[in-house]
């Protein structure tokens, strides 16, 4: 009998664990549950990447809100830019049809994103749509 050892995809174990702690030092102390998080850039500055996260408030009533995580220069995460999800007037995802690490938020104006994993693009698409 042969046994079969499966080694973890390490971007989903780094995910993973930055995860866990953006629950633990962002949104836990606001009362807030984490739904969903992608590492992103801007499309066109690749360089500077950040979080989208999809998060819930605990206390009824219940808000959903879409934050822009960054890490600070002392190596801590902050929230820098927040909607409402009822402010989301339209997801782009960009052709179906093809894989592709770009999307499209329509807030008050048109936030034009890049993800850096595909499977984290989707898995933010699918929570941010229900």
């Known amino acids: 009998m042969t046994i ?40 066109l500055k690749k360089k500077k990447t950040s979080f989208l996260c999809v998060a819930t408030s605990i206390e009824k009533p219940i808000s959903v809100t879409i934050y822009q ?25 960009k052709n179906l049809s093809k894989e592709t690490h770009e999307f499209d938020l329509h ?10 994993n595909l499977q984290e693009r989707q898995n933010f698409l699918i929570v941010l749509c229900k």
């Open 69 to 93: 995580v960054k890490k600070t220069d002392k190596n801590v995460f902050k929230k820098k830019r927040s909607w409402n999800l009822s402010e989301l007037k339209a997801v782009d995802g």
């Open 4 to 43: 079969l050892h499966t080694v973890p995809d390490t971007d989903a174990v780094v995910m993973a664990a930055i995860r866990h702690t953006l629950q633990r030092e962002v949104f836990q102390p606001s009362d807030e549950r984490l739904l969903a998080v992608v590492h992103v850039s801007k499309l």
């Open 107 to 116: 807030f008050d104006k048109v936030y034009k994103w890049f993800t850096v």
